[in-house]
T-cell receptor, first 115, second 112 residues
Framework: AQSVTQPDIHITVSEGASLELRCNYSYGATPYLFWYVQSPGQGLQLLLKYFSGDTLVQGIKGFEAEFKRSQSSFNLRKPSVHWSDAAEYFC?????????????FGRGTSLIVHP | SQTIHQWPATLVQPVGSPLSLECTVEGTSNPNLYWYRQAAGRGLQLLFYSVGIGQISSEVPQNLSASRPQDRQFILSSKKLLLSDSGFYLCAGQNSGANVLTFGAGSRLTVL
């Protein structure tokens, strides 16, 4: 079955430290992959996306992600975390179902940033 | 660009009462529309999606229903709320031919 897994429920980092959030997918073809961020009580905002081509994609707010087909992964990275990056992060992919394309989300990773 | 409006932002309802959450889309035509529910620590669960007026697909059996009476309007309803219907409901839209979702700010429902 098609799915996306975020193995870490919570990640705690110090401000200025590097960050990597993990995402693995299960899908029979190359999926369209996304990372979204959600501030408390708000909707989700797109950070970046991968459809094809260069496997290292750049997003907003200094985030990047790398698609690794061999590992079925699409991990999100940031070299230096800011306190304002504290939020919930969702990995997602789009798969086909009954003629429509369905966006499916992981359960999310909560990022805590210590000063 | 596309903007998603949701209301109400917050709602407290007694068990057994009806529900209507509304989502409207601005800035695009014929979008695909989605209702998600977010429970704490459980990510986003897709409830319904719609590819056009009157076309609703349900992902999971539940106490809720959805309707799309107009191209840019998507409504989530219930005739009788259950305690388990409490949660944060998100409406999202996707332009035809595009692959990115735009989300509304969400509606927090508390059923007492």
């Amino acid at each position: 079955a098609q799915s996306v897994t975020q193995p870490d429920i919570h990640i705690t980092v110090s401000e200025g430290a590097s960050l990597e959030l993990r995402c693995n997918y299960s899908y029979g073809a190359t999926p369209y992959l996304f990372w979204y961020v959600q501030s408390p009580g708000q909707g989700l905002q797109l950070l970046l996306k991968y459809f094809s081509g260069d496997t290292l994609v750049q997003g907003i707010k200094g985030f990047e992600a790398e698609f690794k087909r061999s590992q079925s992964s699409f991990n999100l990275r940031k070299p230096s975390v800011h306190w304002s990056d504290a939020a919930e992060y969702f990995c997602a992919f789009r798969h086909a179902s009954g003629g429509s394309y369905i966006p499916t989300f992981g359960r999310g990773t909560s990022l805590i940033v210590h000063p | 660009s596309q903007t998603i409006h949701q209301w109400p932002a917050t709602l407290v309802q007694p068990v057994g009462s009806p529900l209507s959450l509304e989502c409207t889309v601005e800035g695009t035509s014929n979008p695909n529309l989605y209702w998600y529910r977010q429970a704490a620590g459980r990510g986003l669960q897709l409830l319904f999606y719609s590819v056009g007026i009157g076309q609703i697909s349900s992902e999971v059996p539940q106490n809720l229903s959805a309707s799309r009476p107009q191209d840019r309007q998507f409504i989530l309803s219930s005739k009788k709320l259950l305690l388990s219907d409490s949660g944060f409901y998100l409406c999202a839209g996707q332009n035809s031919g595009a692959n990115v979702l735009t989300f509304g700010a969400g509606s927090r429902l508390t059923v007492l």
